[in-house]
Nanobody, 123 residues
Framework: VQLQASGGGLVQAGGSLRLSCLTS????????MGWFRQTPGKEREFVAAISWPGGVTYYADSVKGRFTISRDNAKNTVYLQMNSLKPEDTAGYYC?????????????????WGQGTQVTVSS
């Protein structure tokens, strides 16, 4: 299974970005999909996850009300809409896939990872 994240960039505080993660080589509709982020010297941090039917979503407290995760199973793509961005959201963002019906917020539970896309929010 290959995951390719895109959509990162430089944005001013208060702005928005939409990340995409295209998957290939697997049964996308059967995977729990997650987004994580990481800054240098820190562990990978959970951001959001969505169940494989798409009806259940989880968010880190730090992004609730600002970020929205969604998926399009027909396009094998998961999205992360990020609004009201803050400088503390600056990080490399990684999409991940978990072959399970159980959603997890633990990075170690995910089987496949994309290469990451950088998000930088200026103040």
């Amino acid at each position: 299974v290959q995951l390719q994240a895109s959509g990162g960039g430089l944005v001013q505080a208060g702005g928005s970005l939409r990340l995409s993660c295209l998957t290939s080589g697997g049964a996308f509709s059967r995977y729990v999909m997650g987004w994580f982020r990481q800054t240098p010297g820190k562990e990978r941090e959970f951001v959001a996850a969505i169940s494989w039917p798409g009806g259940v979503t989880y968010y880190a407290d730090s992004v609730k009300g600002r970020f929205t995760i969604s998926r399009d199973n027909a396009k094998n793509t998961v999205y992360l809409q990020m609004n009201s961005l803050k400088p503390e959201d600056t990080a490399g963002y990684y999409c991940a896939a978990r072959y399970s019906v159980i959603v997890s917020t633990n990075a170690h539970d995910y089987n496949y990872w994309g290469q990451g896309t950088q998000v930088t929010v200026s103040s």
